[in-house]
């Protein structure tokens, strides 16, 4: 079964660097692509990006909103997709998703972590 | 940016009634159209894909249909665990985009 777990700071200040981690178990990153997905408290989703890391290509989309501010990477040897936005305010305050995006199901999410928040304040 | 309007933005049935949910696309996205449930503390689960295409474990009261810019998510007859926040989300065009929602509650 495949698990998705999220992992960051509990609180990022204003002006500082969000920075965080999703530990895939159960699959290997190589055979799918993977998205981040944000969530603010008590609103819609929003898509950030994704990396579509097949093998030895690799390949990342950014949300043109965050582009100028965000990396998202993949470290095959530790099965973990990465997220990095900086400059942030509080309108970065919410819930964090890594999501598996899967050719058998029409490059849908299919699989999601728990999710984690952030809440940006000083 | 292909925006996704999803109406109504809450709807109130009882349980054994039916549910018509409906999204639709500021530009056509053919039929590259997903639809999530999200329960409150829960991560959204993916319903249907590609317009019409139940996901595993999905039960058959749930159906999709449409193509184009118009889709419609059906639960045939609602049970209590249906009563949920629901969104559609398109992968015709990026960036990716996502439905503002309709929360579907108990009446």
């Known amino acids: 079964q495949v698990q998705l777990q999220e992992s960051g700071p509990g609180l990022v200040k204003p002006s500082e660097t969000l920075s965080l981690s999703c530990t895939v178990s159960?699959?290997?990153?190589?055979?799918?692509?993977w998205s981040w997905i944000r969530q603010p408290p008590g609103k819609g989703l929003e898509w950030i990006g994704e990396?579509?890391?097949?093998?030895?290509?690799?390949?990342?989309i950014y949300s043109p909103s965050l582009k100028s501010r965000l990396t998202i990477s993949a470290d095959t040897s530790k099965n973990q997709i990465s997220l990095k936005l900086n400059s942030v305010t509080a309108a970065d305050t919410a819930v964090y998703y890594c999501?598996?995006?899967?050719?058998?199901?029409?490059?849908?999410?299919?699989?999601w972590g728990q999710g984690t928040l952030v809440p940006v304040s000083s | 940016e292909i925006v996704l309007t999803q109406s109504p933005a809450t709807l109130s049935l009882s349980p054994g009634e039916r549910a018509t949910l409906s999204c639709r696309a500021s530009q056509s996205v053919g039929t590259a159209l997903a639809w999530y449930q999200q329960k409150p503390g829960q991560s959204p689960r993916l319903l249907i894909s590609d317009a019409s295409n139940r996901a595993a474990g999905i039960p058959a009261r749930f159906s999709g249909s449409g193509s184009g810019t118009d889709f419609t998510l059906t639960i045939s007859s609602l049970e209590p665990e249906d009563f949920a926040v629901y969104y559609c989300q398109q992968r015709g065009n990026w960036p990716l985009t996502f439905g503002q929602a309709t929360r579907l509650e108990i009446k």
């Open positions: 990396i579509q890391k097949i093998q030895k290509s690799e390949n990342t």
């Open positions: 999501a598996r995006v899967s050719r058998a199901t029409g490059w849908y999410f299919d699989y």
């Open positions: 159960g699959d290997s990153i190589r055979d799918y692509y």
